[in-house]
């Protein structure tokens, strides 16, 4: 008899372990995506920082960013690559020089 009732234990246990899986399952996926839109946010807000400044610059974006460097930086998807560059935008003294330092 007290083999079963280990057993019963166990399967007990199995089944809360699992449950308790579910649940946290549950939790990352929704940190997750709350983190995704609040980068996604974050991301958006800096955009707007960006054609601010632009706004009140004399010049237009067209002269400020070439359609190739906007093109490139558009599709770039990895935001640690988007970070440092936008680290180095800040570090260089021209458009011409942040758009040759990320070719390479």
Do not use: C, H
Request: glycine content about 0%.
């Amino acid at each position: 008899m007290g083999r079963k009732i280990e057993k019963d234990v166990l399967e007990e246990r199995i089944e809360k372990a699992q449950e308790d899986v579910v649940k946290a399952k549950k939790k990352y996926d929704a940190t997750t995506a709350t983190l995704k839109q609040l980068l996604d946010k974050r991301q958006a807000m800096r955009v707007e920082e960006v054609m601010a400044a632009i706004a009140k610059s004399n010049r237009s974006y067209e002269d400020i960013v070439p359609e190739e460097l906007e093109r490139t930086i558009r599709v770039q998807k990895s935001m640690e690559i988007l970070s440092a560059w936008l680290k180095l935008a800040a570090k260089v003294d021209s458009v011409e020089e942040f758009a040759k330092r990320i070719k390479n």
